[in-house]
């Protein structure tokens, strides 16, 4: 029996090629999209959960109320990881965490690296297999240090390295290292990236902060004993803070702050290794979000939805074709079930095929998926045991209701209205009228997104930042030689160049770089009787020109000495609270003060997402500057590019040259919007095609379904225009309340999304009518040459009987 409703199904799927070709195609595509787009999110969801000890390791958070609200940070002072161990019942390994770039030197050989600083118990806390050396303890003193498999292979050639030595650049200093252990490369999915690791205490800044409980400068992990949960922690961890942050929390309370809801006014919160990576500080609340990948999932769905509902409306229109053949197999005998069985295994059939090209489909585009949309999915993810699951439960599920209910519909019909040939219109099939509203209402949800997250993006590419990001290049000074050094080589080697405007450098870059690095410097002080906070960068004394910051009071530095001084932004002044600013003396280093020697506009400096903060500019030699700065002539941009490059191959030939634009740098930080501004409008576009495929074959059913009604209306004089208005209406009703439906909630959830961001465009209600007239004109687009050419064709062909 199974034998034979295979081959009537395939008979049938043979003769009704565009149908069945039309379905395949969409099923297929929405298949790959759907497999792709969950790889992206199953990736994204599995950061760090392949550690062993996963689920009993936090990341340390320190949340304090301040006067203007509850303020949040991940980074620690150096006692607080050894003290909190000792002091606080619960703790099984702890580890500091301090991420840095530094210069590998082996002979004539310089190279960058991505070292960290950790504890002893970081390699037994995580699951990072050491594959060479010492696996029990691979960082045995402050001279051991620890590889990767890529790092090592760079560096020397080869993984057998245990045992060797190289030098690292520290303070301007080579300082020897021996290697101990290798360990395998990072996977992908992990927030704790190194190509070295080595012990926290040989960190240049440990020795001077090892008992400072006033510098905060890396974070804390740490993994609880079994059976302590994190809010039991949370909780023992209480008197602890009150012990050491004594005199921090009187002056929270002098200054004004209010003490939270448990009556506190600094506590430790515990983050789950796994919502590490989702991790966000924004506006002084710890929040874990996971809305990018959800996102991502919603996407898929709504794209197997569309398709799925694609062929039900496909399949009732298909079921018009075959009455007749229903009415006599009735006649014959033919029971409902086994009508519902051979309808359904057709369906069987084109789901089984166009799983099976979907599966192709995805892996074969599968790297320019990852090009697109900037992930590191790979074809490995769809054999995992848990991806596997979900997409068989999708496959059997659409099987059973997408295939079923065309199949329980036709297998229902009633002999006498299958031999007649009746089929129930467009106008009566509330089903199929809703499924309809539903396609294209996510249609217009999709372009709305599409439209508003593009419209944000470029909005924020040309917002003024308050300094120049077209003419100013920026690259790390990541030689040997003394960075405060470095930049006035340049300055000198570039001095009679007209292109090279002026050179300048800072302890910071502006935006995101091509070498990653991303860091912001604090300080705090006590000004007039209050606690200060502000964000600190030394720079040099041509670093306000270089950017182009504009200086509204005061004067900038003059000179390379003028280094007693400091000068403020706009917001800091606002902070100081007092009528002259640059009357105002800021002690930043105990019982020494620093005039404000000038105020200069704000300017973006962080993020779009977040508010203008306080800055100070200070300018010293004992500290280094990371970054140089070069001001180039609107002119011969490229070429002068090349003589930076150049110049700097000249003075640091053994050093990478990893400059870019400052614009580049901008966009790069909104590298996540641009991917989902991507991901939403792939799947805009692959919805209105899927749509308009299902729209098509719904077009198909009414114009058969009024065949002589069209030829009667043409005998009494209608015309082409009415009588295509007439087949073409209920469409568009259709897609007219989708737009109703689908513009509010799109509204609603665009107005969220763009709350995240301090800057931001107005939600006008342009970028509704567009995605509403967008979807009105394919459409009308998709459905009027079939109805016009009904519309015109010879009224004798219509109203002849068989």
Same mark, same amino acid.
């Given at each position: 029996?199974?034998?034979?409703?295979?081959?009537?199904?395939?008979?049938?799927?043979?003769?009704?090629?565009?149908?069945?070709?039309?379905?395949?195609?969409? +099923?297929?595509?929405? $298949?790959?999209?759907?497999?792709?787009?969950?790889?992206?999110?199953?990736?994204?969801?599995?950061?760090?959960?392949?550690?062993?000890?996963?689920?009993?390791?936090?990341?340390?958070?320190? @949340?304090?109320?301040?006067?203007?609200?509850?303020?949040?940070?991940?980074?620690?002072?150096?006692? $607080?990881?050894?003290?909190?161990?000792?002091?606080?019942?619960? &703790?099984?390994?702890?580890?500091?965490?301090?991420?840095?770039?530094?210069?590998?030197?082996?002979?004539?050989?310089?190279?960058?690296?991505?070292?960290?600083?950790?504890?002893?118990?970081?390699?037994?806390?995580?699951?990072?297999?050491?594959?060479?050396?010492?696996?029990?303890?691979?960082?045995?003193?402050?001279?051991?240090?620890?590889?990767?498999?890529?790092?090592?292979?760079?560096?020397?050639?080869?993984?057998?390295?245990?045992?060797?030595?190289?030098?690292?650049?520290?303070?301007?200093?080579?300082?020897?290292?021996? %290697?101990?252990?290798?360990?395998?490369? /990072?996977?992908?999915?992990?927030?704790?990236?190194?190509?070295?690791?080595?012990?926290?205490?040989?960190?240049?800044?440990?020795?001077?902060?090892?008992?400072?409980?006033?510098?905060?400068?890396?974070?804390?992990?740490?993994?609880?004993?079994?059976? %302590?949960?994190?809010?039991?922690?949370?909780?023992?961890?209480?008197?602890?803070?009150?012990?050491?942050?004594?005199?921090?929390?009187?002056?929270?309370?002098?200054?004004?702050?209010?003490?939270?809801?448990?009556?506190?006014?600094?506590?430790?919160?515990?983050?789950?290794?796994?919502?590490?990576?989702?991790?966000?500080?924004?506006?002084?609340?710890?929040?874990?979000?996971?809305?990018?990948?959800?996102?991502?999932?919603?996407?898929?769905?709504?794209?197997?939805?569309?398709?799925?509902?694609?062929? &039900?409306?496909?399949?009732?229109?298909?079921?018009?074709?075959?009455?007749?053949?229903?009415?006599? !197999?009735?006649?014959?005998?033919?029971?409902?079930?086994?009508?519902? $069985?051979?309808?359904?295994?057709?369906?069987?059939?084109?789901?089984?095929?166009?799983?099976?090209?979907?599966?192709?489909?995805?892996?074969?585009?599968?790297?320019?998926?990852?090009?697109?949309?900037?992930?590191?999915? /790979?074809?490995?993810?769809?054999?995992?045991?848990?991806?596997?699951?979900?997409?068989?439960? *999708? *496959?059997?599920?659409?099987?059973?209701?997408?295939?079923?209910?065309?199949?329980?519909?036709?297998?229902?019909?009633?002999?006498?209205? #299958?031999?007649?040939?009746?089929?129930?219109?467009?106008?009566?099939?509330?089903?199929?009228?809703?499924?309809?509203?539903?396609?294209?209402?996510?249609?217009?949800?999709?372009?709305?997104?599409?439209? &508003?997250?593009?419209? =944000?993006?470029?909005?924020?590419?040309?917002?003024?930042?308050?300094?120049?990001?077209? =003419?100013?290049?920026?690259?790390?000074?990541?030689?040997?030689?003394?960075? /405060?050094?470095?930049?006035? +080589?340049?300055?000198?080697?570039?001095?009679?160049?007209?292109?090279?405007?002026?050179?300048?450098?800072?302890?910071?870059?502006?935006?995101?770089? !091509?070498?990653?690095? !991303?860091?912001?410097?604090?300080?705090?002080?006590?000004?007039?009787?209050?606690?200060?906070?502000?964000?600190?960068?030394?720079?040099?004394?041509?670093?306000?020109? @270089?950017?182009?910051?504009?200086? %509204?009071?005061?004067?900038?530095?003059?000179?390379?000495?003028?280094?007693?001084?400091?000068?403020?932004?706009?917001?800091?002044?606002?902070?100081?609270?007092?009528?002259?600013?640059?009357?105002?003396?800021?002690?930043?280093?105990?019982?020494?003060?620093?005039?404000?020697?000038?105020?200069?506009?704000?300017?973006?400096?962080?993020?779009?997402?977040?508010?203008?903060?306080?800055?100070?500019?200070?300018?010293?030699?004992?500290?280094?500057?990371?970054?140089?700065?070069?001001?180039?002539?609107?002119?011969?941009?490229?070429? #002068?590019?090349?003589? +930076?490059?150049?110049?700097?191959?000249?003075?640091?030939?053994?050093?990478?040259?990893?400059?870019?634009?400052?614009?580049?740098?901008?966009?790069?930080?909104?590298?996540?919007?641009?991917?989902?501004?991507?991901?939403?409008?792939?799947?805009?576009?692959?919805?209105?095609?899927?749509?308009?495929?299902?729209?098509?074959?719904?077009?198909?059913?009414?114009?058969?379904?009024?065949?002589?009604?069209?030829?009667?209306?043409?005998?009494?004089?209608?015309?082409?225009?009415?009588?295509?208005?007439?087949?073409?209406?209920?469409?568009?009703?259709?897609?007219?309340?989708?737009?109703?439906?689908?513009?509010?909630?799109?509204?609603? %959830?665009?107005?969220?999304?763009? =709350?995240?961001?301090?800057?931001?465009?107005?939600?006008?209600?342009?970028?509704?009518?567009?995605?509403?007239?967008?979807?009105?004109?394919?459409?009308?687009?998709?459905?009027?040459?079939?109805?016009?050419?009904?519309?015109?064709?010879?009224?004798?062909?219509?109203?002849?009987?068989?």
């Amino acid at each position: 029996m199974f034998k034979n409703y295979i081959k009537i199904a395939w008979r049938n799927l043979i003769k009704d090629k565009l149908n069945t070709g039309l379905n395949v195609i969409g +099923l297929s595509v929405a $298949f790959a999209v759907a497999i792709l787009l969950g790889m992206a999110a199953m990736y994204q969801l599995s950061y760090d959960g392949f550690h062993e000890n996963g689920d009993s390791i936090y990341k340390i958070v320190k @949340t304090q109320q301040t006067p203007k609200g509850p303020q949040a940070g991940t980074v620690h002072p150096a006692p $607080f990881a050894t003290k909190l161990k000792t002091e606080v019942p619960g &703790v099984k390994r702890i580890t500091r965490y301090l991420q840095d770039g530094t210069l590998a030197i082996l002979g004539d050989k310089e190279m960058d690296m991505n070292i960290i600083w950790v504890d002893k118990d970081f390699f037994s806390m995580f699951s990072l297999p050491i594959i060479n050396g010492d696996q029990n303890e691979p960082l045995g003193d402050v001279s051991s240090i620890v590889l990767t498999e890529k790092a090592a292979v760079s560096l020397f050639g080869t993984t057998a390295i245990v045992g060797e030595s190289f030098n690292l650049l520290v303070e301007g200093k080579e300082k020897p290292f021996t %290697v101990s252990a290798v360990a395998k490369d /990072n996977v992908p999915e992990s927030n704790l990236e190194f190509q070295m690791a080595a012990q926290f205490e040989g960190h240049h800044e440990y020795l001077n902060n090892k008992d400072n409980w006033d510098a905060n400068y890396h974070d804390v992990y740490i993994e609880l004993e079994d059976g %302590v949960t994190a809010s039991s922690f949370k909780k023992s961890s209480q008197s602890y803070i009150d012990s050491h942050y004594e005199k921090a929390i009187s002056e929270l309370k002098r200054d004004g702050a209010s003490a939270d809801v448990n009556g506190r006014y600094m506590n430790l919160d515990m983050i789950p290794l796994t919502d590490v990576h989702f991790l966000s500080l924004k506006n002084g609340f710890v929040e874990v979000s996971r809305s990018l990948p959800y996102l991502i999932l919603g996407v898929a769905f709504l794209i197997l939805f569309i398709a799925c509902v694609n062929y &039900v409306n496909m399949s009732i229109a298909k079921s018009a074709k075959r009455l007749k053949e229903i009415g006599m !197999r009735k006649t014959l005998g033919a029971q409902k079930k086994q009508l519902f $069985f051979q309808f359904w295994s057709e369906s069987l059939f084109v789901f089984l095929v166009s799983i099976c090209i979907g599966v192709v489909l995805s892996f074969a585009f599968v790297n320019e998926f990852k090009t697109t949309f900037n992930t590191n999915v /790979n074809v490995d993810m769809l054999l995992k045991p848990t991806f596997l699951l979900v997409l068989l439960g *999708v *496959v059997i599920l659409i099987t059973i209701f997408v295939g079923g209910y065309p199949a329980l519909l036709m297998s229902r019909l009633g002999t006498i209205q #299958s031999l007649k040939g009746i089929l129930e219109s467009t106008g009566s099939n509330r089903v199929r009228d809703i499924l309809m509203v539903f396609q294209f209402g996510i249609a217009i949800l999709l372009i709305t997104g599409t439209l &508003v997250l593009w419209g =944000q993006i470029d909005y924020m590419r040309n917002i003024d930042l308050g300094y120049d990001k077209e =003419q100013v290049i920026s690259f790390p000074l990541n030689g040997k030689r003394n960075s /405060n050094d470095v930049v006035d +080589l340049l300055r000198d080697e570039l001095k009679g160049n007209p292109n090279i405007i002026s050179i300048s450098g800072a302890d910071n870059n502006l935006g995101l770089g !091509r070498d990653g690095s !991303r860091s912001t410097s604090k300080i705090g002080f006590e000004f007039e009787g209050r606690a200060v906070i502000t964000n600190f960068l030394v720079v040099d004394h041509e670093f306000v020109q @270089t950017l182009g910051i504009d200086l %509204v009071r005061g004067r900038n530095f003059e000179s390379a000495s003028d280094s007693l001084g400091v000068i403020i932004n706009e917001a800091m002044a606002k902070e100081l609270g007092v009528e002259d600013p640059l009357l105002a003396q800021l002690e930043l280093d105990d019982g020494k003060y620093y005039p404000v020697l000038g105020v200069v506009k704000d300017y973006n400096f962080n993020d779009l997402d977040r508010a203008i903060e306080p800055i100070t500019f200070y300018m010293t030699r004992d500290w280094g500057v990371t970054y140089a700065y070069a001001k180039v002539g609107p002119n011969h941009m490229a070429a #002068s590019f090349d003589i +930076l490059e150049s110049t700097w191959k000249k003075l640091e030939p053994n050093a990478e040259f990893l400059g870019s634009f400052l614009d580049e740098n901008v966009d790069r930080t909104f590298n996540r919007e641009k991917t989902t501004a991507k991901m939403i409008s792939s799947g805009s576009i692959l919805a209105i095609i899927l749509s308009c495929m299902g729209l098509f074959a719904m077009s198909l059913l009414i114009v058969s379904q009024r065949t002589k009604e069209i030829g009667i209306r043409k005998v009494v004089g209608a015309s082409v225009g009415s009588i295509t208005y007439i087949l073409t209406k209920d469409f568009l009703k259709l897609v007219f309340v989708a737009f109703i439906i689908a513009s509010p909630i799109s509204w609603w %959830v665009m107005q969220e999304w763009l =709350q995240n961001y301090t800057y931001r465009i107005d939600l006008s209600i342009w970028f509704f009518i567009g995605a509403g007239a967008i979807a009105v004109i394919i459409a009308m687009l998709t459905i009027g040459s079939r109805t016009i050419r009904a519309a015109r064709a010879n009224p004798v062909k219509s109203l002849k009987t068989e």
